[in-house]
């Protein structure tokens, strides 16, 4: 089974700032990678996905992701984020089955 | 749009009752989850349904049942609960992404 890895657990930023949130999957063969994002008292989220195709997937909100497939990476980004941009956010994979695999999660907190 | 509906937002339990949680989608999909979320260990899986009468265990479904008789409705079931099923409990539909339902927080005391 795959397993995703996100580097940080909380991140404080000041607006303006840009972001970058990392994400590692174990898993050898062909994937379909997403970032979902939760806002306080908010049902997650979707903001942006990669089948196939272009590596950077552009999503809402500004946010963007670059799938590295050497290095088995699907990093999101921001480049100025906002104190709306406060939430969790987190990775996600699915393999070959109809499971997606949940990274721990990322909580960002953007100071006004 | 699609929704997902769970119909408990909060739900307060002693150690020992069964719970049942409720999920209803209304997109026709045939894949519906249950996770479980809690904080530092993300979204785990506890089971899914990718039809009607089958279901498949996740990575922790120990504890816990399903039950999926009609399509459109997928119940979790934890038989006798105890206070490590604390969680926030989240259904799921798919579709090439999954959509969320708003969540069952289990509190057992």
């Known amino acids: ?112 | 749009d699609v929704k997902v509906t769970q119909s408990s937002r909060y739900l307060v339990k002693r150690t020992g009752e069964k719970v049942f949680l409720e999920c209803v989608q209304d997109m026709d999909h045939e894949n519906m989850f249950w996770y479980r979320q809690d904080p530092g260990l993300g979204l785990r899986l506890i089971y899914f349904s990718y039809d009607v009468k089958m279901k498949e265990k996740g990575d922790i479904p120990e504890g816990y049942s399903v039950s999926r008789e009609k399509k459109e409705r997928f119940s979790l079931i934890l038989e006798s609960a105890s206070t490590n099923q604390t969680s926030m409990y989240l259904c799921a539909t798919s579709a090439g992404e999954l959509f969320f339902g708003e969540g069952s927080r289990l509190t057992v005391l």
């Open chain 1, 1 to 112: 089974a795959q397993s995703v890895s996100q580097h940080n657990h909380h991140v404080i930023l000041s607006e303006a700032a840009s972001l970058e949130l990392g994400c590692n999957y174990s898993y050898g063969g062909t994937v379909n990678l997403f970032w979902y994002v939760q806002y306080p008292g908010q049902h997650l989220q979707l903001l942006l996905k990669y089948f196939s195709g272009d590596p950077l997937v552009k999503g809402i909100k500004g946010f963007e992701a670059e799938f590295i497939k050497s290095k088995f990476s699907f990093n999101l980004r921001k480049p100025s984020v906002q104190w709306s941009d406060t939430a969790e956010y987190f990775c996600a994979v699915n393999a070959d089955d109809y499971k997606l695999s949940f990274g721990a999660g990322t909580t960002v907190t953007v100071r006004a």
